[in-house]
């Protein structure tokens, strides 16, 4: 049996391998959803039927839109596998609302946090200009709880998680009253408005704030995303113009920021802290983990060789680092050309590569195959491998604007991407046009395929259970219609099983906290098989 396995994982592997000879990236289908004003997808993730669930901003009340509240709504929306509408939910008030993330939750519902300026419609309780806003819905988008979390000034959550007792909240505040307490005073005195503080909330399960903590110093910091760790704590990354407070280590002016990451335990207080970048511009944007309790964070960095960074391509770089597990600098790599190009979101695959996705403005460099111009972007998707090395890069869009903001690795090791074109020409078509006849903005997903992944097909995948919440930091469900008990073991890259359970019907919950950061398969007696991220 055991050597059964090894082959079985070794085929895997060799099927990576030899598709990665003949890396092609290319589209398997693509959608424009939206109407004649302005979309923007910032949020997608694969469900537990292997559709997808997407979250974002619209000003559009045709179209695919329907029941917008006022200016932006929070969108969401729900696709099968082919990418075709079955829902789309517009919430919020009679001002702004924006959605900038969401996750599939284990009762198969959605949690979504964003920001509001609202306090009507869906909206209630608003303290005072932009509230962060936290929405729970069920699996057919009826909203269940919500919640604003701020004070008298402005609010933002940017990221949320499940975890075991109830949600992780990033974002930042310039409040220090209402649901805020602890903000490291500042004001910017031209403007005559504060500066913001990193703010992590924790909720239960009903919305109901268990604690919050402000993180910063005396100038702007904001906390960008969030990872629940295997020992409970959590790892914060966002961006610092701070050198004072909780922050240490910043590198240039209080004009401009730094990646600021840190790691805070189980009520928010700081274990260690580091600032990287340069004398310019650094802000990171998003964070996953890797074997051996480390981190790779990506973001954008302005062209200055200095501090942490030692080559530059343009105006704006794609900045990706790799740290240990107390925040040493491992690795570190900028990728662009001569214009500008920004990183929004990082994902691991199961190869243990990395997949970066944001835009290019350039069509030199490390980019190209651009199709707009200086002043346009393209998607930019690149796909690096363990130590940083640049594999493969992809643009897709059209002669607009087009910009990622999301990348997600399905179950069948495709990848699928979210954001926004303001194209309706070359990748990009179905785009809803405005009254002149131009390209709007609209929520642009895109599937790409297993060319581009590890290259084992969708037929291999068919027949598989789905397992969620997926990334995980705490148990993993799996949703499968065995009619018998069923042994399914859960086995690390090197094809050892790490654990055992029996199943039979419906949803089984399997612990999963004391399982190493990485990637993880399950597999049942019948060979098949799903993968999920351990955070």
């Not at 790409?448 to 397992?467: D, K, P």
Request: aromatic share 12%; glycine share 12%; charged share 20%.
């Amino acid at each position: 049996m055991k050597i059964q396995l090894i082959f079985f994982f070794l085929w895997i592997q060799f099927l990576s391998i030899s598709v990665q000879a003949q890396v092609t990236p290319s589209i398997e289908w693509q959608k424009c959803l939206g109407g004649t004003y302005e979309e923007s997808a910032t949020s997608i993730q694969q469900t537990i039927d292997n559709g997808f669930i997407v979250a974002g901003r619209t000003m559009s009340n045709d179209g695919d839109v329907s029941g917008k509240h006022g200016n932006y709504d929070y969108w969401l929306i729900k696709l099968n596998s082919e990418g075709d509408l079955l829902w789309q939910k517009c919430l919020g008030g009679s001002e702004d609302d924006e959605a900038n993330s969401i996750q599939q939750t284990s009762d198969t519902g959605y949690i979504v946090a964003g920001f509001t300026f609202s306090n009507d419609g869906d909206v209630t309780d608003n303290h005072g200009m932009y509230d962060a806003w936290i929405i729970k819905l069920d699996e057919s988008s009826n909203l269940l709880w919500q919640k604003s979390l701020g004070g008298t000034f402005n609010d933002y959550a940017t990221a949320v998680r499940e975890v075991n007792d109830g949600y992780i909240i990033a974002g930042y505040t310039g409040s220090n009253d209402g649901d805020v307490s602890g903000w490291h005073y500042g004001f910017d005195d031209y403007f005559g408005v504060p500066y913001y503080d990193a703010w992590i909330v924790k909720l239960d399960f009903e919305g109901n704030i268990q604690w919050q903590k402000c993180l910063g110093g005396s100038k702007d910091d904001l906390a960008q995303k969030i990872l629940a760790l295997h020992d409970g704590n959590y790892l914060i990354v966002g961006s610092s113009k701070s050198n004072d407070g909780d922050v240490s280590g910043h590198h240039g002016s209080e004009w401009w920021p730094d990646y600021w990451v840190a790691e805070i335990d189980s009520v928010g207080n700081v274990l260690w802290q580091k600032s990287y970048g340069s004398t310019g511009d650094e802000q990171a944007s998003d964070v996953i983990p890797v074997s051996g309790n480390q981190f790779t964070i990506s973001g954008t960095a302005a062209g200055v060789i200095d501090g942490d960074i030692t080559e530059v391509h343009g105006w704006n770089d794609c900045w990706i680092l790799r740290i240990d597990s107390v925040g040493n600098l491992l690795w570190q790599k900028s990728l662009g050309g001569s214009y500008d190009e920004l990183a929004n979101s990082i994902i691991i695959t199961s190869e243990g590569n990395f997949v970066v996705t944001g835009s290019a403005g350039s069509n030199d460099g490390d980019v190209t195959g651009n199709h707009g111009s200086t002043l346009s972007a393209d998607f930019w998707i690149v796909q690096l491998d363990s130590s940083g090395t640049l594999m493969w890069q992809a643009c897709l869009g059209g002669t607009g604007v087009d910009e990622s903001f999301s990348v997600y690795e399905c179950t069948d090791s495709t990848l699928v991407v979210a954001g926004y074109s303001g194209s309706d020409n070359n990748d990009v078509s179905g785009n809803h046009l405005d009254y002149f006849g131009n390209a709007t903005q609209d929520f642009w997903i895109v599937k790409l395929s297993n060319g581009i992944g590890t290259g084992v097909t969708q037929s291999f995948f068919e027949n598989c259970f789905s397992a969620f919440p997926n990334p995980t930091s705490t148990a993993i469900y799996i949703n499968h219609e065995f009619h018998d008990p069923t042994l399914i073991g859960i086995y690390n890259l090197l094809g050892e099983e790490i654990k055992e359970q029996k199943v039979f019907g419906g949803n089984v919950m399997i612990d999963v906290c004391d399982l190493p950061a990485g990637i993880y398969f399950i597999r049942s007696k019948d060979r098949t098989i799903s993968k999920f991220v351990k955070e």
